[in-house]
């Protein structure tokens, strides 16, 4: 399984971004997907999860600002993020849930003035 994350930029605070996660090598419908991101000196935490029926869970960081979704058709999951803010700087990336993949090269989010 492949995963190839996009979409992460420098954005000032309020602002918004929406990442994408292309995976290949296998039919995303099978898996419950996340949305992970580590923060330079802190460990990788999920933020976003996504079932395979729809159902979505967050982290309450990002509870309201965040939102999951998946197009199984193009193999692709995406997050949107508005509101954000500096404490959302991280490297963001994605995989199944539980994360059983190797990880891929992940998107850096710049959240800063």
């Known amino acids: 399984v492949q995963l190839v994350e996009s979409g992460g930029d420098l954005v000032q605070p309020g602002g918004s971004l929406r990442l994408s996660c292309a995976v290949s090598g296998t039919w995303l419908s099978f898996y419950s997907m996340g949305w992970y991101r580590q923060a330079i000196g802190d460990e990788r935490d999920v933020v976003a999860a996504i079932s395979r029926g729809g159902a979505t869970d967050y982290a309450d960081s990002v509870k309201g600002r965040f939102t999951i979704s998946r197009d199984n058709a193009k193999n692709t999951v995406y997050l949107q993020m508005n509101s954000l803010k500096p404490d959302d700087t991280a490297v963001y990336y994605c995989?199944?849930?539980?994360?059983?993949?190797?990880w891929g090269q992940g998107t850096r989010v710049t959240v800063s003035s």
């Open positions: 995989n199944a849930r539980p994360a059983d993949w190797d």
